[in-house]
Each structure stands twice: as structure tokens, then as C-alpha cells.
């Protein structure tokens, strides 16, 4: 699972990233399976790294200050 919560991280801050991703889209980008990637959502909003609303996950200042930090 943390290979996949990595994984979706650095997707959602990356500079070509739009700001914000359905779980499809992103599930799509990881190739991987529908289930595990919303998990890793999960864990990502439990631990402040991506941001839900409407639909649409985006990445947390925290996430986007580490990324470039």
C-alpha cells in the first residue's frame, strides 16, 4: 500500500498535474486497482497530505511544501 500512496502523492504534486484529481483519473495514472487507490486516498486525508471535496482530491500545502522543500 505504500508504494501506492507514494505513488499517488507524487502525481498529484507534480508541476503537470492539474490542481485537482477524480479518484478515476488517478486510479488510471497509477494503473493499479480502483479499491487500493481509494485506500491510499484514505490514509493520505488521515494523514493531511490530500484533500477531498466534491469528488475531487487535490494535494494539502503540507504535501505540496515537501514536495519542493
Do not use: C, H
Amino acid at each position: 500500500m505504500t508504494q501506492v500512496k507514494q505513488l499517488v502523492l507524487k502525481i498529484l504534486t507534480s508541476e503537470n498535474a492539474p490542481a485537482a484529481m477524480l479518484l478515476e483519473e488517478l486510479t488510471e495514472r497509477t494503473g493499479g486497482d480502483l479499491e487500493e487507490t481509494r485506500q491510499a486516498l484514505i490514509e493520505l486525508q488521515d494523514e493531511e497530505q490530500v484533500f477531498l471535496r466534491n469528488g475531487w482530491y487535490r494535494p494539502s500545502a503540507v504535501a505540496l511544501s515537501r514536495q519542493t522543500g
